[in-house]
T-cell receptor, first 112, second 112 residues
C-alpha cells in the first residue's frame, strides 16, 4: 500500500517569513495530494489539493508543488501569520475508491 | 446539522466495556470513513464505507466494527475496549469521485 512520509515534524517560523513542509509518497499510481490544517481541538480541514496532471497550484498565500518523477510534493505558506499556527497533514491516494493515506503531521508555530 | 456531527465529544471508558461512537452527515456524501489519531502516528484508517450497505477494512481494523444502514450514519463500535484504543477518533465523508474529505470534530476516548 501507499506510504507517506512528512518532514519536518515541527517547524517554527518568524511571522512574515515563509514556511515549507515536504512529503514523499511511495505508490507511483497515486494521483491526488491534499493538504489539511488541524487547529487545536478541531478536525482536519482541507486547505488545498493538487492532482497529478498539475505541477503547481496556488491559493492566495498557500501553494502546493508536485514532482511526480521524484514522488514528492510540498506545501508553501508565504507571509505567515499567527493564525497559520496549526498542525498540517499531507495525504495521497490513487484512482477510484482508493483511500487517503496521511503523513504524520507537522506542527507549525508562527513566532510573533 | 451542517457537515458531520460526532458524539460524544469525549468519553472515559472502563476496559472491557462496549462503546459506540456516533457519526452523522447531512451532505448526502456516499463515502464515509473512520480514522484514529495518535501522537506521532498521524491519521490511520480504521474502516470505511464507499456507499450505504457496504463497508471495508482499513489499516487498523482490529477491535472495531462498523455498519452503514443508510447514507447519513456510520457508527463505530468497540466491542470490548482496551487501553490501546485510547485515541482521538475522527469520522469523515466524501462525494463519489471527489476526494475532498470533510472531517467531524472528533471524539476523544480514554480507556482505563
Amino acid at each position: 500500500g501507499e506510504n507517506v512520509e512528512q518532514h519536518p515534524s515541527t517547524l517554527s517560523v518568524q511571522e512574515g517569513d515563509s514556511a515549507v513542509i515536504k512529503c514523499t509518497y511511495s505508490d507511483s499510481a497515486s494521483n491526488y495530494f491534499p493538504w489539511y490544517k488541524q487547529e487545536l481541538g478541531k478536525g482536519p480541514q482541507l486547505i488545498i489539493d493538487i492532482r497529478s496532471n498539475v505541477g503547481e497550484k496556488k491559493d492566495q498565500r498557500i501553494a502546493v508543488t508536485l514532482n511526480k518523477t521524484a514522488k514528492h510534493f510540498s506545501l508553501h505558506i508565504t507571509e505567515t501569520q499567527p493564525e497559520d499556527s496549526a498542525v498540517y497533514f499531507c495525504a495521497a491516494s490513487g484512482f477510484g475508491n482508493e483511500k487517503l493515506t496521511f503523513g504524520t503531521g507537522t506542527r507549525l508555530t508562527i513566532i510573533p | 446539522i451542517a457537515g458531520i456531527t460526532q458524539a460524544p465529544t469525549s468519553q472515559i471508558l472502563a476496559a472491557g466495556r462496549r462503546m459506540t461512537l456516533r457519526c452523522t452527515q447531512d451532505m448526502r456524501h456516499n463515502a464515509m470513513y473512520w480514522y484514529r489519531q495518535d501522537l506521532g502516528l498521524g491519521l490511520r484508517l480504521i474502516h470505511y464505507s464507499n456507499t450505504a450497505g457496504t463497508t471495508g477494512k482499513g489499516e487498523v481494523p482490529d477491535g472495531y466494527s462498523v455498519s452503514r444502514a443508510n447514507t447519513d450514519d456510520f457508527p463505530l463500535t468497540l466491542a470490548s475496549a482496551v487501553p490501546s484504543q485510547t485515541s482521538v477518533y475522527f469520522c469523515a465523508s466524501s462525494r463519489d469521485g471527489d476526494y475532498g474529505y470533510t472531517f467531524g470534530s472528533g471524539t476523544r476516548l480514554t480507556v482505563v
